[in-house]
């Protein structure tokens, strides 16, 4: 009996432990190593249609915040690049934003000059499978609600899901 006890008590915390691997999205840090920078012209709408970003995953963003920002903006205003009126400002540095909704996620650096040469990103947000990363921003119609970390794309995968029904399925096993 004690030891169907323990079996449960195991079993119930590792689920609590281990639950929010399961609800959280993607933690994708823009710019992966090279981070939310003017430095080397990094290519933020390649990288961006190399991703599927869907409702639940956080944007993240990494930078100087001496020499950078994160504003979210509408879509006339990522095209122009017009940080006068943004949706949201981010300013620490290290920001997560957590996507809550379908649509175009428009972002750029408020700092004037940036970008223009190209320190901005459109991500292109999906419920489904089958979304991509940035596209035309008059293909869907703008999205701007502002609004987590864990590291560069990291992705909850089947390795993971191994690893979970492992410590799952040991402990059961040593209580038997």
Not at 45 to 74: C, E, L
Not at 81 to 90: G, K, Q, V
Not at 122 to 133: L, M
Request: aromatic share 10%.
């Amino acid at each position: 009996m004690g030891s169907s006890r323990a079996l449960v008590f195991l079993v119930v915390m590792f689920a609590y432990l281990n639950f929010p691997l399961l609800v959280n999205g993607v933690v994708y840090s823009v710019g992966e190593s090279t981070g939310w920078t003017t430095i080397g012209h990094y290519n933020y709408a390649k990288w961006a249609s190399n991703q599927t970003f869907k409702v639940g995953d956080t944007i993240r963003f990494v930078y100087s915040p001496q020499h950078h920002n994160v504003m979210q903006v509408t879509s006339s205003d990522y095209e122009s690049c017009n940080a006068m009126t943004p949706l949201a400002t981010y300013t620490t540095g290290n920001d997560s934003i957590p996507i809550t909704k379908e649509g175009h996620h428009y972002f750029i650096c408020g700092i004037p000059g940036h970008c223009i040469v190209g320190q901005k990103v459109d991500i292109q947000v999906s419920n489904s499978s089958t979304s991509g990363g940035a596209m035309t921003p008059t293909m869907s119609p703008n999205s701007t609600s502002p609004s987590k970390t864990i590291s560069s794309a990291s992705k909850f995968s089947s390795k993971d899901l191994i690893l979970l029904v492992v410590g799952l399925v040991v402990p059961t096993i040593l209580l038997i």
